[in-house]
T-cell receptor, first 113, second 112 residues
Framework: KAGVTQTPRYLIKTRGQQVTLSCSPI?????VSWYQQTPGQGLQFLFE???????NKGNFPGRFSGRQFSNSRSEMNVSTLELGDSALYLC????????????FGPGTRLTVL | GESVGLHLPTLSVQEGDNSIINCAYS??????FIWYKQESGKGPQFIID?????DKRQGQRVTVLLNKTVKHLSLQIAATQPGDSAVYFC???????????FGQGTELSVKP
């Protein structure tokens, strides 16, 4: 099976712009989670989707949003970008909703100038 | 806030030695724990997991120990190899659902 794929791999934006990141989970996986990774804060949970429904949400402002499509592919959007949004955004997928392995994609490196 | 903390940010070992990476978690309700390995430029890679009803689990060259009394998790790597050099993260699954709370990470450096 192909692994989790994320596009684009690298992205440069300027403050105030918005960005959309895409994640394709492993075939058959219905749960997709998003994480933000920065040197200062480490890996932080953004949100989790299962069957097109947001199941869990982390402590991020409303500028961060996401959605999941019927084929389990997911997108996350960040509006009104700030310098502090520069990070590696990781997507992870798994079969169910709890207590099983999450497989991570390679991430999208977002740089906000 | 919620956190899973690591005692040591860096660990340097000699090739062939055993490595032990420690982790303290904060949420007593967490029911599932995972160790991930992250190499430069890549996403975290699953190493081994353990459920809260167990205290030890072994994989290939790796062992995870869980002590719920003191909320401590450890990863033991036997016969550490240069390819084991990476950042290691512990994570706890906080129910409901699949929210993983990650530790800050420990960088393991293996000297040949």
């Amino acid at each position: 099976k192909a692994g989790v794929t994320q596009t684009p791999r690298y992205l440069i934006k300027t403050r105030g712009q918005q960005v959309t990141l895409s994640c394709s989970p492993i075939s058959g996986h219905r749960s997709v989670s998003w994480y933000q990774q920065t040197p200062g804060q480490g890996l932080q949970f953004l949100f989790e989707y299962f069957s097109e429904t947001q199941r869990n949400k982390g402590n991020f402002p409303g500028r961060f949003s996401g959605r999941q499509f019927s084929n389990s592919r997911s997108e996350m959007n960040v509006s009104t970008l700030e310098l502090g949004d520069s990070a590696l955004y990781l997507c992870a997928s798994r079969e169910g909703t709890a207590n099983n392995e999450q497989f991570f994609g390679p991430g999208t490196r977002l740089t906000v100038l | 806030g919620e956190s899973v903390g690591l005692h040591l940010p860096t660990l340097s070992v000699q090739e062939g030695d055993n490595s032990i990476i420690n982790c303290a978690y904060s949420n007593s309700a967490s029911d599932y724990f995972i160790w991930y390995k992250q190499e430069s430029g890549k996403g975290p890679q699953f190493i081994i997991d353990i459920r809260s009803n167990m205290d030890k689990r072994q994989g290939q060259r790796v062992t995870v120990l869980l002590n719920k009394t003191v909320k401590h998790l450890s990863l033991q790597i036997a016969a550490t190899q240069p390819g084991d050099s990476a950042v290691y993260f512990c994570a706890e699954n906080k129910p409901p659902g699949g929210k993983l709370i990650f530790g800050q990470g420990t960088e393991l450096s293996v000297k040949p």
